[in-house]
């Protein structure tokens, strides 16, 4: 049985790559999101729980699950206490991907949508990668409207990323959002392309 094409959606935030990945899901493909289910696996895996109160203590975790807040805080400016946190965290959310990979084996696409794709080597398990990007002005901007915050917050939160240049150079599709309907008008075309890919894999 031939294996579906594992497609990584990424960008910077305010790129538009959510809104990608929800374009997907309305059309019947099914979408894995690394930040919602590392948020979940952070609540539920027990080896997740464990490796997180040695780490940060007791108090990482609350009645109401861990303490977000409080994490981002203590890893906005470590970056060392960052690293470990990713070694806890992405092996377990990438073993979960491979078993949500199986569950939905007889599909002709799946995709994983992460922030972080490359930074955490989800690429690695991916067949293409596409970046869904906009100029960094406009990227400003969306995330300001959307968040509710300082152009100079918002320029931290683009800098704290991997270049988009980077994520360009080693990505197999990029799209650019810069105007409203680019998804829209993009996404057949792009769908064009997976086709191409999946029939050069089956050679």
Not at 26 to 42: H, I, M, P, W
Not at 49 to 68: A, C, H, M, P, V
């Amino acid at each position: 049985m031939k294996k579906p094409l594992i497609v990584g959606i990424t960008g910077g935030i305010g790129g538009g790559k959510s809104t990608f990945s929800n374009m997907l899901r309305e059309r019947g493909f099914f979408v894995y999101d690394t930040d919602k289910e590392a948020k979940r696996l952070q609540n539920e895996n027990v080896a997740i729980k464990q490796e997180l109160i040695r780490l940060f203590g007791e108090n990482i975790y609350t009645s109401n699950g861990l303490d977000r807040k409080r994490l981002a805080e203590l890893v906005f400016n470590d970056s060392d206490l960052l690293k470990q946190l990713n070694r806890i965290v992405h092996p377990v959310v990438q073993e979960d991907f491979l078993n949500w990979q199986g569950k939905h084996a007889q599909e002709k696409y799946l995709f994983v949508e992460s922030a972080i794709l490359f930074e955490s080597g989800f690429n690695q398990l991916t067949d293409i990668v596409i970046v869904i990007t906009a100029t960094e002005n406009i990227r400003i901007e969306r995330i300001v409207s959307r968040d509710k915050i300082s152009q100079e917050a918002a320029r931290k939160r683009v800098k704290n990323q991997l270049p988009e240049e980077e994520k360009i150079r080693k990505a197999d599709i990029t799209v650019y959002t810069d105007c409203e309907n680019a998804l829209s008008d993009n996404i057949n075309p792009i769908l064009e392309k997976l086709n191409f890919f999946l029939f050069k894999k089956s050679f």
